[in-house]
């Protein structure tokens, strides 16, 4: 073995942080034999250091600049979350030449561009795998792997928490509500549920996704954004007798030179690969030009899994500062604009509430034509005060779609605009 050591310190000890520890001890002799040095753990903060600990350590401290100005540190891994102080530690370590590993989402896909240029500048490496779907490498693929390649579409279920509810209603006819509960409950979605459901938390992903995949500087703000508290059971219940099921959907995609970038539930046809990503689980399926579609599974969030990538991360800084490699700044190109929503080109579900009366469907379909949106199929359903319509569109522009919603609630035979959902992964 080797007498070569490297110190890890860490700002933050809780879920994340506490799966690093407990890798970095237990695979201790694989990472020794694959780096060729042995990494140990140096200082960590926390909030509370009297709290005891599941696993103990050496130095635990309340003052997180005992970590990033400790000289005996190499790499410092930042499991803290939240924006500040998060990035000024960040930004301290990398000023002092310290090479930083973050699985903060929301911090990389706010300042995650100017953090990466900072580290170039003081030529340390600054790396973020578990940032986008926990455990799932993600990162490094987009990055390395098809760095030969040109990705056209990602669609990501980048959310475990809104996966999960999703699949109880799903599966269990139960709505919203009471799948929130149950999420809950078992410690799927946290009290404060309204970053994962309102799609901020996926937005965040997909901004740092797109920017990689795209090369282009997208922050988590570009992200048309629209969450999952309005999907009923009934919207769930006639996506399944159309042959689809409901997803929250992260979709970032290319053409003539820009990049669209939106967050929302979506209908996916049951065929579809993405169709089966059950309950918490989160999935990347990546469409590029020579590679054709990948898919990247597997768990998103959890102790271990999310340790497993920031661990993953750890060992890669520690080779390149071993070896004394410039690192690459990822994060540099900045070349695509974001396309407004409105001229996206996407697919429809609407769901409306209709009179029970002749020339109703007549109605509806000449004001769909009126904006050029074209009709791919129809279902009626129910009598009298139950009558609704569903329908299917072909692939119009979205600024379209809203315009004809705005005409249809005009007319005395459409009672209501009960459902407008995009329907993905099918019709190009
Ligand atoms: N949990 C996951 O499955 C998961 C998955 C992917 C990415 N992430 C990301 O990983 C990061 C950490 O998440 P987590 O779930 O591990 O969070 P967590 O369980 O809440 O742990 C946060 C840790 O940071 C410490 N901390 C917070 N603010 C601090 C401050 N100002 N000074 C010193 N210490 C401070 C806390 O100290 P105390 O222990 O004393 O409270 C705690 O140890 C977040 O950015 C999150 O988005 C999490």
Request: proline share 4%; hydrophobic share 45%; net charge negative.
């Amino acid at each position: 073995m080797t007498n070569r050591t490297l110190t890890v310190g860490l700002l933050g000890f809780g879920t994340v942080g506490t799966g690093v520890v407990r890798l970095l001890r237990e695979h201790a002799d694989e990472i020794a034999s694959r780096l060729g040095a042995t990494l140990i753990v140096g200082p960590v903060a926390v909030r509370d250091p009297q709290r005891v600990r599941d696993i103990p350590v050496a130095r635990l401290t309340s003052d997180p600049a005992e970590v990033v100005d400790d000289p005996g540190v190499d790499i410092v891994v930042e499991v803290m979350g939240g924006v500040d102080p998060a990035r000024t530690l960040i930004e301290r370590a990398l000023k002092s030449g310290k090479s930083v590993v973050t699985a903060n989402k929301e911090l990389v896909a706010t300042v995650g561009f100017e953090l990466a240029d900072l580290a170039d500048e003081n030529h340390a490496w600054l790396e973020y795998e578990a940032a986008v779907a926990g455990g799932i490498p993600i990162i490094k693929p987009l990055r390395e792997s098809l760095a030969g390649d040109r990705v056209r579409r990602i669609l990501g279920i980048l959310n475990g928490t809104t996966n999960y509810i999703l699949t109880k209603m799903t599966e269990e006819g139960v709505d919203f509500a009471e799948a929130l509960a149950e999420a809950q409950r078992l410690g799927f979605a946290e009290a404060d549920p309204a970053a994962d459901v309102d799609g901020a938390d996926a937005a965040s992903k997909l901004a740092i996704l797109a920017s990689l995949a795209f090369d282009s500087r997208i922050v988590a703000g570009d992200v048309f954004r629209d969450g999952i508290t309005g999907v009923t059971a009934t919207d769930i219940a006639h996506a399944r007798r159309m042959g689809y099921v409901i997803k929250l959907l992260g979709i970032a995609e290319s053409s003539n030179g820009d990049v669209g970038v939106r967050v929302h539930p979506a209908l996916v046809p049951r065929e579809h690969p993405l169709a089966s990503v059950r309950e918490s689980f989160n999935a990347i399926f990546v469409e590029a030009e020579a590679v054709g579609d990948l898919m990247f599974y597997g768990r998103g969030a959890g102790s271990l899994p999310t340790a497993s990538a920031v661990v993953g991360d750890v060992v890669d800084v520690a080779r390149g500062v071993l070896s004394g490699e410039r690192p690459v700044n990822s994060l540099r190109r900045h070349g695509k604009t974001v396309r407004p929503m409105e001229d996206l080109t996407v697919q429809f579900y609407v769901l409306l509430d209709v009179a029970d009366e002749a020339g109703v469907l007549a109605g509806v379909a000449s004001t769909f034509g009126d904006h050029d949106v074209s009709i791919k199929s129809v279902w009626q359903e129910g009598h009298g005060d139950s009558a609704q319509l569903l329908l299917i569109t072909h692939a119009a522009r979205d600024g379209d779609l809203q315009r004809t919603l705005q005409d249809l609630r005009r007319l005395s035979s459409v009672r209501d605009v009960a459902s407008v959902m995009r329907v993905e992964g099918g019709e190009a």
